[in-house]
């Protein structure tokens, strides 16, 4: 792979090595020494050779009074598209935007997405090693305006790269809707041949805490080698750098703004942990969906639905303009405790149902399972319409909904198919170990 | 304390070996052998007596082929009423409502609050150790029913009990929308004489896991001898019964829908560790608000106020009906990741705050802070007029919402009071603790 990236004093430098975008190199200077793979450069200074470190960060150091040299030909930082070469398209890595292996090009300072096969390689030259990747760019959203239409495309995406014979496929997304996402892929596929590997980064990659490098490379590693046929997030699963946990789609939901650790599994146990150096995949669980011999895609969402989070004062009528007015064929109710809102909105809920739209109640709580057989307030919101949703997730829940709402016109087949476990969204057991642990001293 | 729940064989048993209420008996039977408190019965069987044990426990042993002593003669099973007590009104009990010390009527099947000073006592003569305390049924409310009207009633019951010379006053109150009146009382109150300690429990006291009798006698130690002047709700800490977090009543959220551990402080440490076996009151942090000499009281509420969780494919519709139809002053929005939504949004937004209505960011990831010059969306967003509102709760920023909307009606001193720390609702600075962890193996 050229040096294309680099001008100026690096350029000379790494020439007169004749060193190439994936080598192994290493920098001494003033007492530091620095090894590791020679990246693209990202840098607008022409002094800055870019290195990616064994702990998986990139850092810039300036080859001005520094020696360089040349460790180890790898040879590796360029696609492997030569005929003949039977790991063609192991993996494909659909990008939809978002900051993972974003490009940033300095001079405008705007974040372009670069996930052209050759750029990802360049990005990550290792990935060479475990898997043949191509890839494609099907769109450049920023998450936070991804839709149900979306959704569909992407899910289309999936099933082509699937019947084109990719082993797993990668769908590198924006971290803000990227858990809609998943549930949203997840309940479109009735079996999958192989991982659909949900992959975005909450630190932008020319940052040097970037998650983009460690997330990408063990998202390869978990599309290629995982046993299941299942939609998950594969993100940082700590805030050291040890390794990644792929968490099924429907249980999952980002929980920190701004952490790489911030996707966590909420009622369940993660799918599988990802140690990207051993280059491991340690499952977690053994009851995963396997891989099917064919992938069943059966996509469409109706988002006449409205996701209604209850509060102290709210006021009643809300539902019947949604019902009324909107013609919403459905609400998921984000209530109280174990799935309640004020009595104020029996009358509403009765009115809602009798007009054959569905109600399902899910905890604002999130971590447990609502249970309306406990209080009054439950079983009086049971019999004005309202169906308990178990332990699902508000967004899933109204995912799900769409999904359903877009096969289903009967109220009682709605409300049976809401109940049905379609994708692991619903967790019947329980294990402490699913609440974190807050420790103060 | 006479035996009067008593009857039957339990009673001859207990009358003949002197035992009253809160004296510690043992009984002993089949080789098991139960040391502990004299409770009151609540059990339909008459030959039943209920013993709460060293470990907070009530258990309840049949009397039947057992041997039963008087090991200690307390005389505690009485409120201290008489003359001459210096200790008269220490700590305030309110009741709202809620399963906390509630009676249950084994005959009828019926919860109903009892909160009399002397049932309080009965229920946990281990009180009158610690405070003299006395005792106001304000309502009976279930607390998915409580209203920013009764919000404002228990701010001047707790300004009454204050002014009346209470050291601390106890709210009992449903678990369901705690954190949300903690958060009403806290903006309500512009300094305050001692500790406002709002209580509830997970599982009612009938069962024998309730954590009825830790969370009550743990917060008469808080209110009677906690050096703060705020408000806090003070809940089992972790699984066990080691002690109880008193958390800043605008930091919390109720995080589990049946665990004893639901409450839980986000994006901020907990003010105090109660230890109850102990009776001692560890604090983890210097910064609270101290005492004042008086109780300021201000609580006004207006509740033309939505809270808005935005999901894709959501209708940008709601606003103008929100604003239009509605007459809503103010929107709290819990966008995604840093606080977004989608730029469909824009104009609606735009219209809402040219038409004066307050617009507020926060983030359905609840932990972290939100950050809207990171991306485009960000910028677009606040150019159309919201107003990112740092690392506030979504639920308390409504709160404080409506009380910023009771008290002005300009736009700009609006915004200016909702970026205004009034009771701690804002916490600039994180500490990598407040995370909480999961650990999966």
Same mark, same amino acid.
């Given at each position: 792979m050229p040096l294309e990236s680099y001008k100026g004093k690096a350029l000379d430098v790494l020439s007169q090595i004749g060193a190439e975008i994936g080598d192994i190199i290493e920098i001494e200077k003033e007492k530091v020494r620095v090894k590791g793979i020679l990246m693209p450069?990202?840098?607008?200074?022409?002094?800055?050779?870019?290195?990616?470190?064994?702990?998986?960060?990139?850092?810039?150091?300036?080859?001005?009074?520094?020696?360089?040299?040349l460790v180890e030909k790898r040879g590796l930082g360029k696609p492997l598209t030569g005929k003949g070469d039977n790991r063609k398209g192991e993996v494909k890595i659909i990008s939809t935007g978002g900051t993972i292996v974003s490009k940033v090009e300095y001079e405008t300072g705007a974040v372009r997405?670069?996930?052209?096969?050759?750029?990802?390689?360049?990005?990550?030259?290792?990935?060479?090693?475990?898997?043949?990747v191509s890839s494609e760019i099907l769109f450049s959203i920023l998450s936070e305006n991804m839709t149900p239409e979306n959704w569909v495309k992407i899910a289309e995406s999936v099933k082509k790269a699937f019947d084109e014979?990719?082993?797993?496929?990668?769908?590198?997304?924006?971290?803000?809707?990227?858990?809609?996402?998943?549930?949203?892929?997840?309940?479109?596929?009735k079996g999958l041949q192989g991982p659909v590997v949900l992959v975005g980064s909450q630190r932008s990659s020319d940052r040097p805490? @970037?998650?983009?490098?460690?997330?990408?490379?063990?998202? %390869?590693? &978990?599309? =290629?080698?995982? *046993?299941?046929?299942?939609?998950?997030?594969?993100?940082?699963?700590?805030?050291?750098?040890t390794y990644t946990l792929a968490h099924r789609g429907v249980k999952v939901r980002k929980m920190h703004t701004s952490r790489r650790d911030a996707f966590q599994s909420i009622n369940d146990r993660p799918l599988a942990k990802v140690f990207w150096r051993e280059r491991e995949v340690k499952l977690l669980r053994s009851d995963?969906?396997?891989?099917?011999?064919? @992938?069943?895609?059966?996509?469409?969402?109706?988002?006449? %639905?409205? &996701?209604? =989070?209850?509060? *102290?004062?709210?006021?009643?009528?809300?539902?019947?303009?949604?019902?009324?007015?909107?013609?919403?064929?459905?609400?998921?109710?984000?209530?109280?405790?174990?799935g309640h809102t004020s009595t104020q909105f029996l009358e509403e809920f009765r009115k809602a149902s009798r007009e054959g739209a569905f109600l399902g109640m899910t905890s604002q709580c999130l971590f447990g399972r609502v249970n309306m057989n406990v209080y009054t307030t439950g079983r009086l919101l049971q019999q004005a319409g309202v169906v308990p949703l178990e332990d699902m997730l508000p967004e899933v829940a109204l995912v799900k909904l769409m999904w359903v709402l877009a096969h289903e016109d009967d109220v009682d087949?709605?409300?049976?198919?809401?109940?049905?476990?379609?994708?692991?969204?619903?967790?019947?057991?329980?294990?402490?170990?699913?609440?974190?642990?807050?420790?103060?001293?």
């Open positions: 450069s990202y840098s607008k200074d022409d002094d800055i050779v870019v290195v990616k470190m064994d702990n998986g960060y990139n850092v810039g150091v300036s080859v001005e009074n520094a020696s360089v040299k997405p670069a996930l052209t096969t050759e750029e990802i390689v360049q990005f990550l030259p290792e990935i060479n090693e475990i898997a043949k014979g990719s082993l797993g496929v990668i769908v590198a997304h924006g971290t803000d809707t990227m858990a809609y996402t998943a549930s949203a892929l997840a309940f479109s596929f805490s @970037s998650d983009s490098p460690i997330n990408l490379l063990s998202s %390869v590693i &978990l599309a =290629k080698s995982a *046993p299941f046929g299942e939609v998950v997030v594969n993100m940082h699963g700590e805030s050291s750098d995963f969906f396997p891989k099917r011999e064919e @992938s069943v895609l059966d996509s469409k969402f109706d988002n006449r %639905v409205f &996701l209604l =989070k209850y509060y *102290p004062g709210m006021d009643p009528s809300i539902v019947e303009y949604l019902v009324e007015e909107k013609d919403v064929r459905g609400i998921i109710i984000e209530g109280t405790g174990l087949k709605v409300r049976s198919l809401m109940l049905t476990n379609m994708a692991g969204e619903i967790n019947y057991r329980h294990s402490v170990d699913f609440y974190p642990r807050w420790n103060y001293e």
